[in-house]
């Protein structure tokens, strides 16, 4: 009992293994999981304390104190909110029993540390998370750009010489419009779901 005590105060005992998908139902994430509304777990790391649940929507992580305590912390990140940068991958030196993956979800730093032998696992996540933060800054630009342009429309009107209430007219028009391809510019460029990611480079 001490010896494994003492490895949890060290952190040696906290290294994470790749879960697989008939094992899902097994974890605790996964009653987290908005199955109702479609959400589908892609990629689950397990260790000792913590859970790292990777589904189409969101990580959601459960994040423990110790490996001798049930208390536990859940929190949630979406990716339309929460954007993934920052992606690294550490692989293991000769002497190392783990290999580290490394992210900043909103801004919020994640290092997860997984049992070496999962490397290839390791590799198919690392390349999603890549593929999901490069749609991301991509789509954020194009609806950065989208505002510029509503921008310009909105202050071009405002220079017309018109009458009083042709003027009122077409800002109601233009407010109008503006707001449907806003909404529009978000539902294309904000996304929800990358469960299509997920299917292109999760093998396992």
Excluded at 22 to 48: G, N, R, T
Excluded at 85 to 90: D, F, K, P, Q, R
Excluded at 171 to 183: H, R, V, Y
Aim: hydrophobic share 40%; aromatic share 10%; charged share 30%.
């Amino acid at each position: 009992m001490f010896k494994k005590v003492a490895a949890d105060m060290l952190g040696l005992s906290d290294v994470g293994s790749v879960i697989k998908p008939a094992d899902y139902d097994k974890v605790d994430a996964d009653d987290y999981v908005m199955h109702e509304d479609q959400e589908k777990i892609y990629f689950l790391i397990k260790s000792k304390t913590d859970e790292y649940c990777f589904t189409n929507e969101a990580l959601i992580h459960l994040d423990g104190t110790s490996a001798v305590s049930k208390k536990r912390t859940l929190r949630r990140y979406n990716y339309r909110e929460h954007a993934i940068t920052h992606v690294s991958l550490e692989t293991a030196g000769t002497v190392d029993l783990d290999v580290e993956i490394k992210f900043v979800l909103g801004g919020t730093p994640f290092s997860i540390d997984v049992h070496k032998k999962f490397i290839e696992e390791l590799k198919d996540l690392y390349k999603a998370l890549v593929k999901i933060a490069e749609i991301s800054h991509e789509n954020e630009q194009a609806l950065n750009f989208a505002r510029s342009s509503l921008d310009l429309a909105s202050n071009t009107l405002s220079r017309v010489s018109s009458p009083e209430e042709q003027l009122v007219a077409n800002f109601k028009e233009l407010n109008e419009s503006a707001f449907e391809w806003l909404m529009e510019s978000r539902k294309k460029y904000q996304l929800k779901d990358f469960g299509f990611v997920f299917e292109k480079y999760i093998n396992n």
